[in-house]
Nanobody, 119 residues
Framework: VHLAESGGGLVPSGGSLTLSCKAS????????MAWYRQPPQQGRELVAF???????KYGDSVKDRFSISRDEAKNMVYLQMNNLNSEDTAVYYC??????????????WGQGTQVTVSS
């Protein structure tokens, strides 16, 4: 599975941005799609995930500001980010897990897209 993120960029504090991720799938079956982020000089952290069927979960720092959604038919996942602040500055990574082939579960990562929030 190849994951391709898009939509990152520079946004003013208080602004909004939407990230998109396209999963190029051949025979694999994707279960969960997620967004992680890595702020400068910090570790990678979960932003949000969405499971087949629509169950979602968010990191505490983005609850009520970010919204994850998914188009399962198109293998797309989106992250709508509102009321951004400088602490949201990070490289955002798309992540997916699923069955690479029956019975073999694998985790995949995108290359990341930079989001910079200016104060």
């Amino acid at each position: 599975v190849h994951l391709a993120e898009s939509g990152g960029g520079l946004v003013p504090s208080g602004g909004s941005l939407t990230l998109s991720c396209k999963a190029s799938v051949t025979t694999e079956r994707i279960n969960t799609m997620a967004w992680y982020r890595q702020p400068p000089q910090q570790g990678r952290e979960l932003v949000a995930f969405i499971v087949n069927g629509g169950y979602t979960k968010y990191g505490d720092s983005v609850k009520d500001r970010f919204s994850i959604s998914r188009d399962e038919a198109k293998n797309m996942v989106y992250l709508q980010m509102n009321n951004l602040n400088s602490e949201d500055t990070a490289v955002y990574y798309c992540n997916a897990d699923g069955e690479e082939r029956p019975g073999v579960w694998t985790n995949w990562w995108g290359q990341g897209t930079q989001v910079t929030v200016s104060s």
